[in-house]
């Protein structure tokens, strides 16, 4: 939005969500509104009568709907006279769904992508506006990964509002038999249990830490994150899941998966109460 109006496009109003205090990566768009000097409104439903009211009398040609966890209705959808843009950070059709950074990183996946689309009353399911594949290294964090999508983003969005803006922007359909859509993630998809490989943890890991709330390890009925790992080895391939073999300085060496398989948990908030021998 900032990069938008700092490109001389007019921007005639925002709705902010109000913060629900459940996403960890929830940000409030009306404080650049102010900043401005933009029309602005809040709310946790878009499809409310008052809000489509306030939308019609500002008479936008385009909205970009960006970052809204629930769905716009139909009446909504027909407001713009030409359409609504939303945005998804995985290759459609491929991937549709939520918490598209978060499976990718603990699927494994080597790449995603920013893509730009029409809405309809389908879920990530129009024709799509822009796509620009993302590379997703092994290093690669939640963070990381983040910081990827919104850079390539801020060059998609001038690009396609520039071709919108001169009557110049060609929609791809989306092949609807390639598509297959992620689940919404429970707290269960976030613990670790070290009969998992290695390799397995060490995504889980890295696809739940900052700006997320981290994998949780279950300790004596306590949750405590962990927010970095590397994967191991251990000869000791006659030794149990879970055990710690090692503790040197903030570091916790456990053995996990089969064979010589083990995690070196990096930065956690486990107790140090810990020693080695004990289980997790």
């Given at each position: 939005?900032?990069?938008l109006?700092?490109?001389k ?12 205090g459940f996403?960890?990566?929830?940000y ?5 509104a102010k900043?401005?000097n933009?029309?602005?409104i ?9 809000i489509?009211?306030w ?18 209705g ?7 006279k030409?359409g609504?843009?939303?945005?998804h ?13 978060i499976w990718?990183l603990?699927?494994?996946l ?11 009353e ?6 799509i506006?822009?796509?620009?594949k993302i ?6 964090t ?11 983003s ?13 009557n110049?922007?060609?929609?791809k359909?989306q ?12 707290k269960?998809?976030g613990?670790?249990?070290f009969?998992m ?6 995504n889980l890991?890295?696809a739940?830490t900052k700006p ?7 300790y004596?009925?306590?949750e405590?994150?962990v927010w ?13 899941p ?13 053995k ?5 398989e ?11 109460t ?6 997790l």
């Amino acid at each position: 939005m900032e990069l938008l109006v700092e490109s001389k496009f007019n921007v005639v109003g925002v709705i902010s969500k109000d913060d629900t205090g459940f996403n960890s990566d929830y940000y409030d768009t009306s404080i650049i509104a102010k900043q401005y000097n933009i029309p602005f409104i809040k709310t946790k439903n878009v499809n409310e009568l008052h809000i489509l009211e306030w939308v019609r009398e500002l008479k936008p040609d385009i909205v970009y709907c960006f970052g809204w966890n629930s769905l716009l209705g139909n009446e909504f959808l027909q407001i713009p006279k030409k359409g609504v843009i939303g945005y998804h950070p995985a290759s459609l059709p491929q991937n549709r769904g939520r918490h598209p950074v978060i499976w990718a990183l603990i699927l494994g996946l080597t790449e995603t992508a920013s893509t730009f689309f029409f809405m309809g009353e389908g879920a990530d399911d129009g024709d799509i506006v822009s796509q620009k594949k993302i590379i997703i290294e092994k290093e690669d964090t939640a963070s990381t990964l983040y910081d990827k999508l919104i850079q390539e983003s801020r060059t998609q969005v001038i690009e396609f509002t520039n071709q919108l803006n001169n009557n110049q922007l060609i929609a791809k359909k989306q092949d609807h038999e390639l598509a297959n859509s992620w689940r919404k993630r429970s707290k269960v998809d976030g613990v670790i249990d070290f009969r998992m490989s290695s390799e397995s943890i060490y995504n889980l890991v890295r696809a739940l830490t900052k700006p997320y709330p981290g994998a949780l390890i279950l300790y004596k009925g306590e949750e405590y994150p962990v927010w970095q790992t590397k994967i191991a080895e251990t000869p000791y391939s006659n030794f149990e899941p879970g055990k710690v073999l090692k503790i040197s300085e903030s570091s916790i060496l456990v053995k996990c998966g089969l064979s010589t398989e083990a995690i070196l948990l990096e930065k956690h908030e486990l107790p140090e109460t810990i020693q080695e021998g004990d289980y997790l």
